[in-house]
C-alpha cells in the first residue's frame, strides 16, 4: 500500500485519498504548520525521532499517546471526527503516517521556509505521489 492509500484508508472516512490528505493538511496547519507542528513534537520529548524525520536516516517511530500529548487537542478531536473515529485512534493514526509525511516534507534534510502543507493540495498530492 503507498502512502497515499495509507492515508485515505485512515483518514478519508469515503473521501478519497484527497480528502484525506485535507483532513492531515489541516491538521498539521491547525499545530503551528510544518515548523510549528514539529518544534511542539521536539518540545514534548521527541526530538529525536522528529530529528530522524527531517535527516536522510531511517525514520523512527512515534506512538499515538505521544502525538496525543503533544498536539493540540481540539485539532486532534476535529481530525477524529472527519476520519469517523475516536481521538485515540485518529493520534495512533497520525502516528503512523507523520513520520513518512515529515520525510517527504523535507527533502533538503530541513524544514523549508515555506511551509509545503500551506501551498494547497496539488502540490501536497505531488509532493506524496511518489
Known amino acids: 500500500m503507498g502512502f497515499l492509500d495509507d492515508v485515505k484508508s485512515k483518514f478519508s472516512q469515503g473521501q478519497g485519498q484527497e480528502g484525506g ?8 496547519s491547525e499545530n503551528g504548520g510544518l515548523q510549528g507542528l514539529t518544534s511542539k513534537l521536539s518540545n ?3 526530538g529525536q525521532q522528529v530529528h530522524s524525520w527531517v ?3 531511517q525514520n ?6 505521544e502525538v496525543r500529548h503533544a498536539v493540540d487537542p ?5 481530525l477524529a471526527q472527519q476520519a469517523g473515529t ?10 503512523k503516517v507523520l513520520p513518512e509525511m515529515v520525510n517527504e516534507a523535507t527533502p533538503d534534510g530541513k524544514v523549508p521556509a515555506d511551509d509545503p502543507f500551506a501551498k494547497g493540495m496539488d502540490a501536497l498530492k505531488r509532493m506524496f505521489a511518489k
Not at 21 to 28: D, G, H, R, Y
Not at 60 to 65: D, E, L
Open 60 to 65: 523512527q517511530p512515534v506512538t499515538g499517546s
Open 86 to 95: 475516536t481521538p485515540e485512534q485518529a493520534s495512533e493514526n497520525v502516528a
Open 21 to 28: 490528505l485535507a483532513s492531515l493538511s489541516k491538521f498539521i
Open 44 to 46: 514534548s520529548g521527541l
Open 74 to 78: 481540539q485539532s486532534l478531536e476535529q
Open 55 to 57: 535527516g536522510t536516516g
